[in-house]
């Protein structure tokens, strides 16, 4: 079989799919407080839909699939999809970002219905902080959230990502770094990307990773580095001399990885995204709904991907920003 490879000789394996794009949160680097323009119900993809694509996607190479949102878990009776989804054949990996909220109710079933991995956005540990940022109070559930999924083994691991930005984050490098150590999540800080709905982003707020490592490695020494050999890996991942703990830093921004990206995106509405930052999307979506084969699925998945960005000029000149914000991605 002819796997999906783009025109720069990029193996494309990891499928990130969003199931919505409402959000119960209003992060201010995200969505405005009144939200966004929703997506009707019509248009987005059905669990059948979003299960078709992904059973093609599967079959010409995708391994790894993520769900995302918005917030994935606001959509009714997700455990049904992920059920369905882990059934695929060729499914290596089957995961889901989330900011955690309802993971209270929701973990047991998700381990049952087949996830495997989990990634749990959180910025802040205080409570004032954390309210000011997303808008809502609600620290208390996701950290309930998290201690909820540590009893269940099947989803592993369990990743506490946090956004870093200039004069927030440092002052809880430490408070996230014993958290690391003291539970069994692995942590990780992204760098602020130009994805902000309202476009508050400026090039002075990105805290890098290497920035982020110099603090951590002003306490506790050199960091150890682990290395997995795998190019597509997207976070430099280390853990301190004593071995207890994991820590990462995903640097889109002061270190691309556009060269080993393996990674495609389906919108809520069934378009495909080839970039985080594309400008162009290839309309699934119409595939499906105007009887397409699942040849012809292929033929437009592998059209998009061989079309994939070279790059995402953050930074340049050329640097163009996305046509949809990363709430209206899935990040
Ligand atoms: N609601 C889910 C969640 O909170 O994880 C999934 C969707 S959210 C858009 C996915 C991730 O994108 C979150 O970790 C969020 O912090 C991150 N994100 C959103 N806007 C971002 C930006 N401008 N730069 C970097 N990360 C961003």
Not at 111 to 135: H, P, Q, W, Y
Not at 183 to 197: G, H, Q, S, T
Not at 217 to 244: C, K, M, N, Q, V
Request: glycine share 6%; charged share 30%.
């Amino acid at each position: 079989m002819e796997l999906l490879v783009d025109s720069y000789g990029r193996r494309i394996k990891s499928m990130r799919i969003s199931i919505t794009d409402k959000c119960n949160f209003r992060c201010t680097y995200c969505m405005p407080a009144e939200g966004l323009p929703w997506l009707k119900k019509a248009e987005i993809l059905s669990y059948e839909e979003i299960e078709r694509i992904a059973r093609v996607a599967v079959g010409i190479g995708i391994e790894q699939i993520r769900l995302t949102g918005g917030e994935p878990l606001v959509r009714r009776d997700i455990p049904d999809l992920v059920r369905q989804l882990s059934k695929i054949e060729g499914l290596r990996s089957l995961s889901l970002t989330t900011n955690g909220i309802l993971l209270k109710q929701l973990a047991g079933a998700l381990a049952e219905a087949g996830l495997t991995r989990i990634n749990v956005s959180l910025d802040s540990l205080i409570r004032e902080k954390f309210a000011k940022l997303t808008r809502r109070d609600q620290l208390a559930r996701v950290l309930e959230g998290l201690e909820e999924l540590e009893r269940y083994p099947s989803i592993h691991p369990i990743k506490v990502n946090a956004v870093a930005i200039r004069d927030y984050s440092e002052e809880e490098v430490f408070a996230f770094v014993h958290l690391a150590r003291r539970k069994a999540y692995v942590m990780r800080w992204i760098e602020f990307m130009p994805l902000d709905a309202d476009q508050i982003w400026r090039k002075e707020d990105i805290l890098t990773g290497a920035e982020l490592k110099a603090i951590i490695e002003g306490e506790y020494g050199p960091l150890i580095p682990i290395t997995t050999g795998d190019p597509s890996e997207t976070a430099h991942r280390y853990t301190f001399s004593d071995g207890i703990g994991e820590v990462g830093f995903i640097n889109p921004v002061s270190e691309p990885f556009c060269a080993t990206c393996d990674r495609i995106r389906l919108t809520a509405d069934g378009q495909l995204r080839t970039c985080l930052f594309a400008t162009v999307e290839t309309d699934l979506r119409k595939v499906l709904r105007s009887n397409g084969s699942e040849e012809d699925l292929a033929k437009a998945i592998r059209q998009a991907v061989w079309n994939k960005e070279l790059k995402h000029y953050i930074g340049d000149k050329r640097f163009k920003r996305a046509n949809r914000s990363m709430s209206m991605i899935g990040g």
